[in-house]
RNA sequence: GGGCACAUAGCUCAAUUGGUUAGAGCGUCGCAUUCACAUUGCGAAGGUUCCCUGUUCGAGUCAGGGUGUGCCCACCA
């Protein structure tokens, strides 16, 4: 066999014609694969499942780095196992990212003069449904491009329409078991996005405002935010602070504020800290959360001061209709004009929270919404993470869990925005229209019900009106392993769940990662993955995050085509430790290139030596020279070294130790000297080199299979060898 | 205020959980090249493993303290 192969790899040629001949093998299903097909005839024991599924990749935009790092590590894993003979399924996922996608769209829609708030609702989910479909060819694309062996057959979408059935059985459960309320409780809400959103949705920003000390009657008073406080008429102070000990709980009192005279109410609470400015604050429980607690253990009222675009009501008097910039230094001007104004600090450092989308200032809001009462569904969590059931990796992600877990706060689940899943409840319409004969009972109407269908009451005509809010959609995709399975009675749920391994980014351990154990454990009783896999943010060559304002983004698609595939799959797992983030370096990736070249070269170099000799026969080691056997058995040790790293989930180690082996010891040293033995004369010596380095070459190729599918791939389909199948489902060695 | 990490060659990172002389990639410098590969080979320079104290036969690794950096959580008006 003298097959001429080209003097260089040329991976796009390769990559394409390749990925179509595994799509077409099967072998990306876990029933197509042969160790099942040996199985059902009885030929071999029944493989064990090794299962993991895909984070769900948003459908809003192109594949970003950190997606190809997801993409790459779920590969190798899923490649190892499968040539380790496991009944592998990797099931592909599709996010239609609630909240992110609709930000992005209405980024779309600013461009275009237009705005979500002109349009019906209807007309605004419709066209971003039309805006992901049109994006789902290309990322589906570009997973595939990196060398993705995932389960096209069973790829779901996160609004399919079992999932969202799904979605509605868990809350109905829920709120059969009392584990939803709704609520009117102060929320974090974002004045341009209009929607509330769940504290891990904010960021905190340190910045240096004005803080304005302020007459209020006998007080002095501070704050940051004078444009609050037109409708404060509670007082506050600690019931232990001698300096107003005269004043008592519940006591009035008359005083000139911003627009005329009003009576404030003294409250004692010990939320107050005494040694902060004066010691005495005044509350504005409608647009802080701590004012909020308050008022609500003295029952006091509260008010709205700020609508929800940000702009001050009519209490604000001459201010009203203006936002927040513009009228807060005329509210001040007026303060100081009536001599309220004590002194401004301006100097003052404090911490704000902003929309991690757009950083607005959220605007704390009092709302109805929808709440999910965590500490309940936490435990099981808590004990199972504490059981070991589940393993972290890195080890330290179980602790900073298990922290945030045992401090857990209600989840907020109602969001307002059309991209989602609607909330299947139903509201009362306010006015109550008794059937006849019930005019009594009418105190009993359900105000507000959960129902996939319209609701009707028992005592009353009136309608009911459809909740016009969806769900976070952390909420459904916390749900994510049991649904994209087809709980609860599919076949695939019975074998495949619980997964093996989660695989994700450490920066969503609480949005994702959390949500899934504690909904996992709620609906289906057991945990829903063994294994935790979290890695690190992908930076930029210098270590900086990338980020599109500074330019530094690095595209993945754009280093596949100047590199190959291959080459960046090398490039993103060698040095990157699980938890680590990886700074991501062109020159690597570049080096890694002149590795699949290597490789390449390495096995021309074999091929062309080796004519005659297209089988290995079992009893090879028996035909080696002394010398070649000393080879083959070293090559066994870094077999059983790159074996134990790979199931020990260090994937970097492993790839590093075959890439040093094949490039310094096979091409190095073992072709270097072969040249020797294949000039001899002695036909024993050159006939056992020949052995050797297909036999060296045929494990490198397997070893380096899972990090480098295409070009090892695409080798082996050179190699004349009997009974040979693809490389994919060939046997990792032993 | 609380929590979690990190600090090793010029740069980016390893060192498989305490074990020879701390390694690799990239970069730098020198030499070689009719060879499967210039996308090459051979070689060199480059280290107080942030600092201090301790445990140990033995510490980059463990403990205590310090310095610096990053991230997360939290309701100081």
């Known amino acids: 066999m003298s097959i001429e192969l080209p003097k260089t790899y040329n991976p796009e040629e390769a990559e394409n014609k390749i990925y179509k001949l595994w799509e077409e093998s099967g072998f990306f299903s876990p029933e197509g694969l042969p160790s099942v097909t040996l199985a059902k005839e009885g030929k071999i024991p029944e493989p064990k499942p090794f299962t993991i599924l895909m984070p769900p990749i948003n459908e809003n935009g ?23 003979g496991h009944q592998t399924l990797w099931l592909p996922g599709l996010d239609h990212a609630g909240f992110e996608t609709q930000v992005v769209y209405e980024k779309q ?47 779901k979408f996160t609004l399919d329409p079992d999932i969202v059935q799904t979605v509605y059985q868990t809350f109905k459960k829920m709120a059969d078991d009392n584990f939803v309320y709704r609520g009117e409780k102060i929320v974090n809400w974002c004045p341009k996005h209009q929607t509330t959103l769940s504290d891990l949705e904010t960021t905190d920003v340190e910045q240096k405002d004005n803080f304005y000390y302020l007459q209020y009657g006998p007080f002095v008073i501070a704050t940051a935010r004078p444009e609050t406080k037109f409708g404060d008429k509670y007082v506050v102070m600690h019931p232990g602070d001698k300096r107003y000990r005269g004043y008592k709980d519940g006591q009035k009192i008359e005083l000139e504020w911003i627009n005329g005279p009003i009576t404030a109410t003294i409250v004692k609470d010990e939320a107050v800290d005494m040694t902060f400015g004066t010691g005495v604050m005044t509350i504005t429980p409608w647009h802080d959360a701590v004012d909020f607690d308050i008022a609500e253990r003295h029952k006091l009222e509260r008010e709205q001061i700020i609508d929800f675009r940000g702009k001050l009501l009519p209490i604000a008097g001459e201010f009203a209709g203006m936002p927040i910039s513009k009228a807060r230094p005329l509210i001040v001007e007026k303060l100081k004009s009536k001599g309220l104004l004590v002194k401004i600090d301006e100097d003052y450092k404090h911490v704000v929270k902003k929309c991690y989308k757009c950083e607005s200032i959220i605007e704390p809001q009092v709302r109805e919404q929808w709440f999910l009462k965590m500490k309940q569904l936490a435990e099981p969590a808590i004990k ?35 991209w989602g899943i609607p909330i299947p409840a139903w509201h009362h319409e306010p006015k109550c229209v008794p059937r006849p004969g019930k005019e009594k009972e009418i105190k009993k109407c359900l105000k507000t019900v ?38 609860p009675d599919s076949n695939d749920y019975k074998t495949f769940f619980p997964t093996d391994v989660m695989e994700t980014g450490g920066d969503i351990i609480f949005f994702w990662v959390a949500r899934m154990i504690m909904l996992s454990l ?35 698609l754009n280093l596949l085509e100047k590199y190959g595939t291959d080459a960046l799959r090398m490039g993103l797992v060698i040095g990157n430790t699980p938890g680590t983030s990886l700074a991501l ?53 870094l077999v059983k070294d790159a074996t134990e790293d790979m199931d020990q989930f260090r994937f970097y180690l492993a790839a590093e130790k075959i890439y040093h082996y094949v490039w310094h010891t096979f091409a190095d040293k073992i072709i270097e000297e072969s040249k020797t033995k294949l000039a001899s004369e002695d036909v024993i010596i050159k006939a056992s080199a020949q052995r050797m380095l297909l036999e060296v070459l045929i494990t490198s190729l397997k070893l380096l299979h899972p990090f480098m599918p295409f070009v090892t791939e695409e080798i082996y389909s050179n190699l004349a060898i009997k009974n040979k199948r693809l490389l994919i489902v060939e046997k990792w060695p032993d």
Not at 63 to 71: F, N, P, T, W
Not at 458 to 477: L, N, Q, V
Request: hydrophobic fraction near 40%; aromatic fraction near 10%.
């Open 585 to 637: 370096a062109e020159d690597k990736i570049k080096g890694q290139k002149h590795f699949a070249n290597k490789l390449w070269n390495i096995a021309r170099y074999v091929l062309m030596n080796i004519s005659g000799i297209s089988t290995l026969k079992p009893e090879i080691k028996a035909e080696l020279t002394a010398e070649d056997e000393k080879i083959v058995s070293e090559l066994g040790a």
């Open 384 to 418: 199972a993470i504490e059981n070991g059931e589940i393993k972290f990796i890195p080890e330290h992600y179980k602790k900073i869990s298990l922290h945030w877990l045992k401090n857990i706060l209600d989840w907020p689940i109602s969001r307002q925005i059309v």
């Open 522 to 556: 709620y609906v289906t009783g057991e945990v829903p993955f063994k294994t935790v896999y979290l890695h690190g943010l992908v930076l930029d060559a210098k270590g900086r995050k990338m980020s599109k304002s500074k330019g530094n983004v690095i595209n993945p």
């Open 450 to 487: 959960i129902a996939l269908e319209e609701p009707r009451c028992e005592f009353c005509e009136a309608k009911f009106i459809r909740d016009p809010d969806t769900f976070d959609t952390w909420f459904s995709s916390g749900q994510w392993p049991f649904a994209s399975l087809g709980y």
């Open 109 to 155: 829609l600013e461009k275009e003069g237009r705005s979500r708030f002109q349009m019906e609702p209807g007309q605004l989910y419709d066209e971003i449904l039309n805006f992901t479909l049109a994006n789902k060819k290309d990322i589906e694309g570009q997973i595939k491009k990196m060398g993705a062996s995932c389960d096209w057959t069973r790829e």
């Open 62 to 84: 192109s594949l970003h780095a950190g997606h190809a790092l997801v993409l790459t590590i779920e590969d190798i894993m899923i490649r190892y196992k499968r040539m380790r």
